[in-house]
């Protein structure tokens, strides 16, 4: 944190309240006050996070005043990493490695899940809820498969709840997740900026900055959001320590979470965990970029579908049969 | 909207390769690899070993010519191979796709060796079509990474060759509703 400033109402409310006559002159030195902000605090008016008893306090102090994701320095998002790091070892006595790691030059993430490969054994739910660090006690998963009737392809008319022997005669499955949406409404309907797309094209969520009202939940037309009514609960010995401040790191209680494409793997060039744990090859993940991609030549080569096609999202998640 | 250029056309007239070397953290993959024989968008690539992975490799140990003792030939007799792999009631048998004499290889149906790890050779003689989609990454998958050197499955990563179709199973786990 930056170093107290003398400021020149001595930024506390107290005094402004005594020496103040009017209103609008309160209102006045009350919004200065706010300028001064942090400022303002470390005055004395509330214990600095120097005074703070214990390193624990000062962190969580420290991490109270942060700034929005995308507003930080890089110096400042290096600083929170450590915050959290160090939080983690305080708090849960857990060793983690939180990574920042920015979006790749020239590249678009994009998706492709086969319909007609897909059989339903859900290994990538299994996957993603042990990569993504997701809450056990609600079995939290982004990622849902449908049994399909031959001839629909809106997942709403699908059992999402299936529990026997699959693949089932005359069925398909269709996993929904997070799509990415160029053009995605949940990034519109959030009051705080706290979630975006990335140069990369993925949305991420800010889980700092969240305040949980669950709006992007209500724009997304895919289901693709969950909001978590507790911080994440999960035996010690499954957690996954590597993680990234945008992905999986464990999210704070009433947080709004979401597929990112697992960011802390993709950027450093791996596969999703789905991808990489899906039995049947039925996911098929690159650059959309990149001409000579998988991806690509699943577009070229395919037939793609999308779903809500007509919403103008601009999901990056095709549907393709063999 | 119609007369402006769509998000799909965007992506579709990108033809800047991607450098793998601006991934620079990609993990190298540890298991054993072999240049494939065949050339892909890309041009080469690599495809998973499948040798170190069949237990009883190298065949010719046993199948040499050599008289096997009955107590031996129990042990060691492939009576836990269940073969169901082709259409029907018409099965494939052994020779199908195994060399007949030269036991350490296989053989198409044009009579050339084929090497166990380059088995989708073989295989692509009849899923020709599955081959194809392999090789441009539409089906099978690749290890690990998404960037650097490609390296996919080999067909017998996946597929048991002698019974190719995936089991039937319960799910890994189940869903509850939405919230």
């Known amino acids: 944190m930056k170093p107290a400033k003398p400021s020149t109402n001595d930024g506390c409310p107290s005094n402004i309240m005594k020496s103040t006559s009017n209103r609008r002159s309160f209102i006045k030195s009350l919004s200065v006050a706010a300028a001064a902000g942090s400022a303002a605090l470390a005055t004395g008016c509330i214990p600095s996070a120097d005074a703070a008893p214990s390193e624990e306090m000062k962190l969580r102090w420290q991490e109270f005043f942060k700034d929005n994701y995308r507003l930080m320095t890089q110096e400042e998002k290096d600083a929170t990493i450590d915050r959290l790091e160090r939080l983690a070892k305080i708090q849960d006595n857990l060793d983690i490695q939180m990574g920042n790691n920015p979006p790749l030059e020239k590249v678009l993430y994009g998706y492709a899940f086969n319909i007609s490969r897909c059989e339903g054994f859900m290994e990538c739910v299994t996957a993603c809820v042990k990569e993504n660090n997701l809450d056990r006690k609600t079995n939290t998963q982004y990622i849902r498969i449908f049994e399909m009737e031959p001839g629909q392809l809106d997942p709403g008319t699908g059992d999402g709840r299936y529990y026997h022997k699959v693949p089932v005669d005359n069925r398909f499955y269709m996993g929904t997740q997070c799509f990415h949406c160029e053009n995605a409404p949940c990034t519109k309907a959030c009051p705080t900026k706290a979630t975006w797309k990335e140069p990369d094209g993925i949305v991420v969520v800010d889980y700092d900055w969240c305040i949980g009202c669950r709006y992007c939940q209500a724009a997304c037309p895919y289901y693709g959001r969950r909001f978590n009514w507790g911080k994440p609960q999960i035996p010690k010995d499954e957690i996954t320590t590597r993680q990234h401040y945008l992905g999986n790191r464990i999210r704070p209680k009433g947080k709004m979470e979401k597929c990112t494409f697992c960011i802390q793997r993709t950027r450093s060039g791996r596969l999703p965990a789905c991808v990489e744990a899906c039995p049947t090859g039925s996911r098929v993940f690159g650059n959309l970029l990149d001409p000579e991609s998988e991806i690509r030549f699943v577009l070229k080569h395919k037939k793609v579908f999308r779903m809500k096609e007509e919403l103008g999202t601009e999901p990056k998640f095709w549907y393709f049969i063999d | ?179």
Not at chain 2, 5 to 32: C, G, L, M, W
Not at chain 2, 74 to 89: A, C, R, S, Y
Request: some cysteine.
């Open chain 2, 1 to 179: 909207m119609a007369s402006e250029k769509s998000f799909i056309d965007e992506i579709k007239s990108s033809q800047e390769k991607f450098d793998n070397r601006s991934a620079t953290q990609v993990r190298p993959i540890t298991q054993k690899t072999v240049l494939a024989q065949e050339q892909d968008q890309r041009g080469a690539f690599r495809v998973l070993a499948r040798k170190q992975a069949i237990e009883r490799y190298k065949c010719s140990s046993c199948h040499s010519g050599a008289p096997v003792t009955a107590k031996k030939g129990k042990e060691l007799t492939h009576g836990d191979i269940n073969l169901d792999h082709g259409q029907g009631g018409q099965s494939l048998s052994c020779i199908d796709c195994h060399h007949p004499k030269e036991r350490d290889f296989l053989e198409d149906k044009k009579g050339n060796k084929i090497d166990f790890d380059h088995s989708y050779q073989l295989c692509g003689q009849c899923h020709f079509r599955q081959k194809r989609d392999w090789i441009g990454g539409a089906h099978g998958k690749r290890v690990s990474n998404w960037a650097g050197e490609r390296v996919v499955f080999n067909c017998a990563s996946c597929h048991d060759p002698h019974s190719p179709r995936f089991k039937k199973r319960f799910p890994a786990t189940y869903s509850v509703p939405l919230d």
